[in-house]
Nanobody, 127 residues
Framework: QLQLVESGGGLVQPGGSLRLSCKTSRFTLDSYNIGWFRQAPGKEREGVSCISITGGRTNYTDSVKGRFTISRDNAKNTVYLQMSSLKPEDTAVYYC????????????????????WGQGTQVTVSS
């Protein structure tokens, strides 16, 4: 079973930056589309960004466009989410998710597009 591990979360001041990583140790990620999701307290989990197997196609939810960048390094078996200009409303547990198959840009921010999930990493944006 594919096991995903997120890292890089923490406490950061508004306007700061963090880079999240998503890795797996038992399999390679180079045959999986990857999505980043987040869940704030009392809110539903929402899609943040997603990237195709080759990295050639990406998508972002409107609230993070221009601030977050998703990328992948298949040689390092890692997918990144670079987060800049962070705001308090970005505070959440961030999850990565993976799935094989055709990358559908209009659907890659939906939870149902993914079968494999990590345990999450906490991001707190506060002064």
């Amino acid at each position: 079973q594919l096991q995903l591990v997120e890292s890089g979360g923490g406490l950061v001041q508004p306007g700061g930056s963090l880079r999240l990583s998503c890795k797996t140790s038992r399999f390679t990620l180079d045959s999986y589309n990857i999505g980043w999701f987040r869940q704030a307290p009392g809110k539903e989990r929402e899609g943040v960004s997603c990237i195709s197997i080759t990295g050639g196609r990406t998508n972002y939810t409107d609230s993070v466009k221009g601030r977050f960048t998703i990328s992948r390094d298949n040689a390092k078996n890692t997918v990144y989410l670079q987060m800049s200009s962070l705001k308090p409303e970005d505070t959440a547990v961030y999850y990565c998710a993976a799935e094989r198959g055709y990358f559908i840009q209009s659907e890659c921010l939906l939870q149902r597009a993914y079968a494999h999930w990590g345990q999450g990493t906490q991001v707190t944006v506060s002064s």
